[in-house]
């Protein structure tokens, strides 16, 4: 809640302008506190998104520090927490093997068309400020939510140690060139060889028939990821084990959901706090790669791979 490009903004959530005076914040706080109450007939998760929408500019300092910091602090690359090449780390303990830019397509893409947005010969000092990227159109804030999505798996799946080989924003073009066709991440382990795709849809989702649904959901997620993991299975001659659809933990109902077998491939759903679970147990269905395959497989994906 709160917490991504795509979310409601706490001013949204009481009904209010951002710059709304203490007192007229207050009375809407009040009003929406009595619209959502269950006690009343309303909603439990609105009347818990009005109180932590309150806690956070509820106070002048609390306000402030909300209007200075939301979509600033958790976009900036430079944040702490953010993404970083294995080698720019200070500690020693064993890291996946990785290559590529998570997010880096995407982070280009948003602040190229921020600055279109804001204004030819504008000068932007910080394309991540808060009140920028709040007022930003869904489109470019949603570029800025699929980074931040991508970067979040990065910083797992390095995690898991070198056991594990990741490139992310992986080519899958195919034919038609495009750019926006890759493949978020290729994590290769000991359980297999996944196609992953990170996402941030800004709301709760759901599932039929193989399918991830919901107001906010794009296109047909799950399809467009074993389109382009075929893109790369036929140009490196490999065989993906699964597919894996990472999202925020709040907008699933349980953290891994297992959709079965599209398309003759055994995908899942999985929450953020539950991605390091999936890539090291498997999924279900999914044809493990052990011993000397291991290696070839690797080698194949470095010599073929490329980066978007």
């Known amino acids: 809640m709160f917490d991504s490009p795509l979310s409601a903004s706490a001013y949204d959530i009481l009904q209010v302008a951002a710059d709304a005076d203490d007192e007229t914040l207050r009375r809407a706080f009040r009003v929406r506190l009595r619209e959502t109450h269950p006690d009343t007939g309303g909603d439990a998760v609105r009347f818990v998104e009005v109180q932590r929408a309150w806690e956070l500019v509820g106070t002048p300092e609390a306000r402030a520090a909300y209007d200075r910091g939301r979509g600033a602090v958790s976009a900036a690359p430079e944040a702490e927490g953010a993404w970083t090449p294995p080698r720019a780390r200070q500690d020693t303990r064993p890291r996946a093997r990785s290559a590529g830019q998570p997010g880096g397509w995407r982070r280009e893409r948003y602040l190229t068309l921020i600055r279109e947005w804001v204004g030819r010969g504008t000068e932007v000092p910080d394309p991540y400020d808060a009140q920028l990227v709040r007022s930003a159109p869904r489109e470019i804030r949603r570029l800025l939510a699929d980074a931040l999505a991508e970067e979040a798996t990065a910083r797992i799946v390095a995690d898991l140690g070198m056991g594990y080989s990741v490139w992310h924003d992986v080519a899958a073009s195919g034919r038609s060139g495009d750019l926006d066709e890759k493949l978020d991440h290729i ?67 349980q953290q891994i959901t297992e959709l ?49």
């Open 187 to 253: 994590v290769l382990g000991p359980s297999g060889l996944y196609g992953v795709l990170s996402e941030d849809f800004g709301g709760p989702v759901g599932f039929r028939r193989g399918e991830i649904i919901g107001p906010a959901v794009v296109g047909a997620p799950v399809s467009d990821l074993l389109s382009r993991m075929r893109v790369v299975a036929r140009a490196a001659r490999v065989r993906f084990s699964g597919a894996i659809v990472v999202l925020p933990d709040n907008d699933l109902a």
């Open 260 to 308: 079965g077998s599209v398309r003759g491939t055994p995908v899942v759903v999985a929450g953020r706090s539950a991605l390091a679970t999936v890539l090291r147990r498997g999924v279900t269905g999914a044809r493990d790669i052990g011993g000397n395959e291991v290696f070839d497989v690797r080698t194949r994906l470095d010599a073929t791979v490329r980066f978007v």
